[in-house]
Nanobody, 115 residues
């Protein structure tokens, strides 16, 4: 069982930057798919960025050109660099990984964009 813990969230001003990290409780190898989701109250959790084992990434239109997903190491599998943030980026952000052993979610980290 892998436990994921996000960090790096907090309060940031519009136009600012933030980097989210995702730490794993045990070494994660052979990950097939990794992603960041976000959720605001009253709405479904939405996929905003993903990267596969080959390093190919994709983004939701709402964050394309501003956010970058990257792969880390076995204990910190993915990161999310958030640039030029907007108030509408305010949400709880979740990391997600999928391997042949199962899929796992983090507990979420709050990002608030406000002046």
């Amino acid at each position: 069982q892998v436990q994921l813990v996000e960090s790096g969230g907090g309060l940031v001003q519009p136009g600012g930057s933030l980097t989210l990290s995702c730490a794993a409780s045990t070494s994660t190898s052979d990950l097939l798919f990794m992603a960041w989701y976000r959720q605001v109250p009253g709405e479904k959790r939405k996929l905003i960025a993903n990267i596969d084992s080959r390093g190919q990434s994709d983004y939701a239109d709402s964050v394309k050109g501003r956010f970058t997903i990257s792969r880390g190491d076995a204990r910190n599998p993915i990161y999310l660099q958030m640039n030029s943030v907007k108030p509408e980026d305010t949400a709880v952000y979740y990391c997600y990984v999928y391997s042949d052993k199962g899929d796992y979610w983090g507990q979420g980290t709050q990002v608030t964009v406000s002046s």
